[in-house]
C-alpha cells in the first residue's frame, strides 16, 4: 500500500522510535542525522500544545518527528515545491493531517498565513554554507538551496523566528560549529536569548561537526547550559549506544519542568 503514494525514484524511511515514516527523493535531499537530533533536542513547555513552525522544513522530517511527541499543531514550511509535495504526502502518510500542514512559500512570507507572535516553538535546520565571491556552489538547485544561503540566512532566520514567536517562545536551531559566533550574535542582535547548547561528534576523537541551539525569545541574559556531548559512532563505525536508542529506542518525551 505505501508504494502507491510513490513517484518514481522516491522512496520510505522510517525513524522506529517516533513510529515516522517520510517520503524522500536522494536525487532532490534526504534527511539525514542532523534532522533527527534537532527534532529530538527540541523540548517545549508542558504537553506542547502551542503551535510549532519549522522553517525550511525540505520533507518533512524534523516537523513529523516532532508532531510525534507533542499535541499541538504543527506548520511545516518549505520553498521548493517537489519537496513541500513529498511532505504534504508523508504528513497524510503518517496519519497527521489534522495537526500538520504544509505551506509551500518562502519562510520570509509566512506571515501571510501565520500571525506574528502566535507561535510557541519555531525549529530550523537552515543552510550551512554562506555565500560569498569564492564560494563553490553544488550546481543542482535543490541542493544549492538546502545547503547554500542562497534563499535565506542567519540574520534574516533569526528575524523570522523572532517575529514567530510569542515571548518565552522557543527556537531550536541546528548549525555547524565553526559558525557558532555568527549563531550567537545574529540571534542576540534579534532578542532570541541562547539559553542551552548540545555539541556532536562524529566520532570521540574528532572536533564537533554539529551544535543544537536553544534560544527564547525575550530571554533573561545567563544561565547558559551546554549540555553533555552526542557522540555518533565508535570506533568501529557503528551507531554509540547514545544514538542507537534515539533512532530505535522508547518513543521520545517531553522532559519536564523546561
Given at each position: 500500500?505505501?508504494?502507491?503514494?510513490?513517484?518514481?525514484?522516491?522512496?520510505?524511511?522510517?525513524?522506529?522510535?517516533?513510529?515516522?515514516?517520510?517520503?524522500?527523493?536522494?536525487?532532490?535531499?534526504?534527511?539525514?542525522?542532523?534532522?533527527?537530533?534537532?527534532?529530538?533536542?527540541?523540548?517545549?513547555?508542558?504537553?506542547?500544545?502551542?503551535?510549532?513552525?519549522?522553517?525550511?522544513?525540505?520533507?518533512?522530517?524534523?516537523?513529523?518527528?516532532?508532531?510525534?511527541?507533542?499535541?499541538?499543531?504543527?506548520?511545516?514550511?518549505?520553498?521548493?515545491?517537489?519537496?513541500?509535495?513529498?511532505?504534504?504526502?508523508?504528513?497524510?502518510?503518517?496519519?497527521?493531517?489534522?495537526?500538520?500542514?504544509?505551506?509551500?512559500?518562502?519562510?520570509?512570507?509566512?506571515?501571510?498565513?501565520?500571525?506574528?507572535?502566535?507561535?510557541?516553538?519555531?525549529?530550523?535546520?537552515?543552510?550551512?554554507?554562506?555565500?560569498?565571491?569564492?564560494?563553490?556552489?553544488?550546481?543542482?538547485?535543490?541542493?544549492?538551496?538546502?545547503?547554500?544561503?542562497?534563499a535565506v540566512d542567519l540574520p534574516?532566520?533569526?528575524?523570522?523566528?523572532?517575529?514567530?514567536?510569542?515571548?518565552?517562545?522557543?527556537?531550536?536551531?541546528?548549525?555547524?560549529?565553526?559558525?557558532?559566533?555568527?549563531?550567537?550574535?545574529?540571534?542576540?542582535?534579534?532578542?532570541?536569548?541562547?539559553?542551552?547548547?548540545?555539541?556532536?561528534?562524529?566520532?570521540?576523537?574528532?572536533?564537533?561537526?554539529?551544535?543544537?541551539?536553544?534560544?527564547?525569545?525575550?530571554?533573561?541574559?545567563?544561565?547558559?547550559?551546554?549540555?553533555?556531548?552526542?557522540?555518533?559512532?565508535?570506533?568501529?563505525?557503528?551507531?554509540?549506544?547514545?544514538?542507537?536508542?534515539?533512532?530505535?529506542?522508547?518513543?521520545?518525551?517531553?522532559?519536564?519542568?523546561?
Amino acid at each position: 500500500m505505501e508504494e502507491q503514494v510513490l513517484a518514481p525514484g522516491e522512496r520510505i524511511d522510517r525513524l522506529p522510535s517516533q513510529d515516522i515514516r517520510i517520503i524522500q527523493n536522494p536525487d532532490m535531499f534526504s534527511y539525514s542525522l542532523d534532522a533527527v537530533l534537532l527534532a529530538h533536542f527540541a523540548n517545549p513547555r508542558g504537553r506542547g500544545k502551542g503551535l510549532a513552525v519549522d522553517l525550511g522544513a525540505g520533507t518533512g522530517a524534523i516537523g513529523l518527528f516532532y508532531a510525534a511527541k507533542v499535541v499541538g499543531p504543527v506548520r511545516l514550511v518549505e520553498i521548493q515545491a517537489d519537496l513541500a509535495a513529498m511532505a504534504k504526502r508523508s504528513v497524510a502518510l503518517n496519519g497527521l493531517s489534522d495537526r500538520v500542514q504544509v505551506q509551500h512559500q518562502a519562510m520570509q512570507d509566512v506571515f501571510d498565513t501565520i500571525r506574528p507572535g502566535s507561535a510557541e516553538v519555531v525549529l530550523a535546520n537552515p543552510p550551512y554554507f554562506p555565500v560569498t565571491a569564492a564560494t563553490k556552489q553544488n550546481q543542482d538547485r535543490h541542493y544549492q538551496l538546502a545547503r547554500h544561503e542562497v534563499a535565506v540566512d542567519l540574520p534574516t532566520l533569526a528575524q523570522v523566528a523572532n517575529k514567530l514567536l510569542k515571548n518565552n517562545g522557543k527556537f531550536f536551531l541546528v548549525h555547524r560549529p565553526d559558525r557558532l559566533d555568527e549563531i550567537m550574535t545574529a540571534l542576540a542582535a534579534r532578542k532570541l536569548q541562547v539559553k542551552r547548547l548540545q555539541f556532536v561528534y562524529g566520532k570521540a576523537d574528532k572536533p564537533a561537526n554539529m551544535v543544537l541551539v536553544e534560544a527564547i525569545k525575550a530571554g533573561k541574559a545567563g544561565g547558559l547550559q551546554v549540555l553533555p556531548a552526542i557522540v555518533a559512532y565508535d570506533a568501529n563505525n557503528q551507531y554509540t549506544k547514545q544514538v542507537q536508542d534515539i533512532l530505535y529506542g522508547a518513543k521520545w518525551t517531553i522532559k519536564q519542568n523546561r
